[in-house]
């Protein structure tokens, strides 16, 4: 049999382990063990959905048997929201200089700083779900108050306008959300990451 945990081959002894089944209930056990979580599973090069999960359990393990775990630990996102913090501290002060960029015509680094928010808020939003596999380590995690799930909810339409406003050009209405609405919260989120 072959075992992997985020693409590493593991050296594994079964113990009691009959079915595919045996071997995910005790590699989980281990995870909450180690404050870690399963977020992916391939048997024999198969992507195990919900869909598919008992009726894979069932199988018997064989020697050409595969399975390769995707695995995520409270030290990893902890270590993810720290360099996301530093990333939000620096976006901020570049999304002030947004209203000034425009002006000036240097449209490709105002859009350089849109995109890299663009995908910071991505991967915040994915880490985020990935902390919330961890309860009772995240969920005092609040951002002006609020949990991440309440900020997002005030912060969202703001990005829907921001995201309109690119669409038509209108480079007041983007430098004004940039300066006024969007700075103030990376601050709040680098802030709130600062002190997980």
């Known amino acids: ?3 992997y945990v985020n693409n ?6 079964l113990e009691n382990e009959k079915t595919v089944g045996d071997v995910l209930k005790s590699f ?20 195990i959905t919900a869909d ?5 359990s069932k199988k018997e393990l064989s020697d050409d048997t595969k399975i390769e775990f995707t695995i995520v630990t ?11 913090a530093k990333l939000f501290d620096e976006l901020s002060g570049k999304m002030e200089e947004i209203p000034v960029l425009l002006q ?15 995908d910071s808020i991505n991967h915040f939003c994915h880490l985020a779900a990935l902390a919330s ?19 997002f909810k005030e912060f969202s339409p703001i990005l829907a ?18 300066e006024y609405e969007i700075c103030p919260r990376l601050k709040s989120i680098s802030e709130s990451l600062k002190n997980m």
């Open 1 to 3: 049999m072959e075992f």
């Open 8 to 13: 590493e081959k593991i050296d594994v002894q």
């Open 28 to 47: 989980e056990l281990t995870c909450e063990q180690n404050n870690a979580a399963v977020i992916g599973i391939n048997i024999n090069n198969k992507t």
């Open 52 to 56: 598919i999960f008992d009726e894979e």
């Open 74 to 84: 409270i030290d990893t996102i902890k270590d993810s929201f720290e360099s996301l």
């Open 104 to 118: 000036k015509g240097e449209t490709k680094i105002a859009a350089e700083s849109i995109t890299t928010l663009a």
């Open 133 to 151: 596999l961890f309860p009772e380590t995240f969920t005092k995690t609040t951002i002006d108050g609020m949990n991440f799930n309440d900020f």
């Open 161 to 178: 306008d921001f995201e309109q406003a690119l669409q038509n050009n209108d480079t007041v209405m983007i430098g004004d959300l940039s």
